[in-house]
């Protein structure tokens, strides 16, 4: 089954570009399965495919971007600069290298994975200031970061001026992370929601499942639809075809207003999280 790339619709970024609302992630895949993964992910329909430096697999996605031989212009590539490299020339070495494993002679979105800002005496804004001037050589298209809180956007934007264009955070069912999503908004960044299925905490939900039996799609399907429909991009993540297609099929149905709200009403909030919070988050590898 190939399902058309052109189902997926874009959203414009507050730097006039547009960027694929689903995507694929990569994290997790083990190196030695990531080019067979994405083949089979870009054989779907993918174009927007998620990757970082911290993943320790960028060579096999640009592996499987050449294999694959689909034109440039059509792929939407995005990767984030690891933990250790967030000093302006460490900044700078990693993304030449990142270009280099990926085989690409730019990147459409550069990020910066997370804000560390117990680190680095609390210094990410001259990190942000160099995505910056990478966005500027022409590197990248594009430049974020991911995992800031709505204190961490308003100083790197006060700071330097320069809005990101994406921010990508933790958003699932049970941790809706309003507060992030609300500073997205009024910043006009793109908010990009990771661990969209909370790692797949929702099976077995029976308000979700109570939603899929009525639409007859999967309780993934009703969740991933939930963040489309709230405006989000998500890049779900799975090794296995078939799952692949089911979450590409995400744009023949829709939820209705009540369904939106009433996914929304089970957040959590701080203890619905998969991940770190980024306030405390100070691991390097």
């Given amino acids: ?17 547009e960027i694929p609302q689903l995507g694929f992630g990569v994290f997790l895949v083990p190196p030695e399965e990531t080019q067979r993964t994405v083949e089979h992910a870009l054989e779907v329909g993918y174009r927007h495919l998620d990757t970082a430096q911290m993943y320790g697999n960028e060579a096999q ?14 792929l939407y590539v995005t990767t984030k600069l690891n933990n250790g490299y967030h000093l302006p020339d460490d900044a700078r070495r990693a993304f030449s290298e990142s270009l280099d494993m990926l085989g690409l002679d730019r990147v459409d979105l550069f990020l910066i994975h997370w804000p560390l800002p117990t680190r680095y005496d609390g210094d990410f804004v001259s990190t942000w200031r160099t995505l910056v001037e ?7 298209t594009s430049v974020g970061v991911s995992n800031f809180e709505p204190d961490h956007l308003d100083r790197i934007i006060d700071e330097t001026g320069v809005v990101p264009a994406v921010n990508q955070i933790e958003v699932n069912p049970y941790f809706t992370n309003e507060a992030a999503r609300a500073a997205d908004a009024r910043h006009g960044i793109a908010t990009e929601a990771w661990s969209p299925i ?12 109570a939603i899929a039996r009525r639409v007859e799609r999967t309780p993934a399907q009703v969740t991933l639809r939930w963040h489309l429909e709230r405006g989000d991009i998500i890049f779900p993540k799975s090794m296995h075809r078939e799952r692949m297609e089911e979450n590409f099929a995400l744009f ?15 957040d959590r909030g701080e203890t619905g999280r998969t991940g770190p919070n980024p306030n405390t988050f100070d691991m390097i590898r």
């Fill in 1 to 17: 089954m190939t399902v058309s790339a052109t189902t997926v619709p874009t959203l414009t970024l507050n730097d006039g570009t």
């Fill in 61 to 74: 996605v640009g592996a499987a971007i050449k294999a694959a031989g689909i034109a440039r212009d059509e």
């Fill in 134 to 140: 990478l966005r500027d050589g022409g590197g990248t």
């Fill in 198 to 209: 909370a790692r797949g905490g929702i099976a077995g939900d029976e308000t979700i499942e």
């Fill in 252 to 266: 023949d149905f829709e939820l209705t207003d009540q369904d939106v709200a009433t996914i929304a009403a089970l």
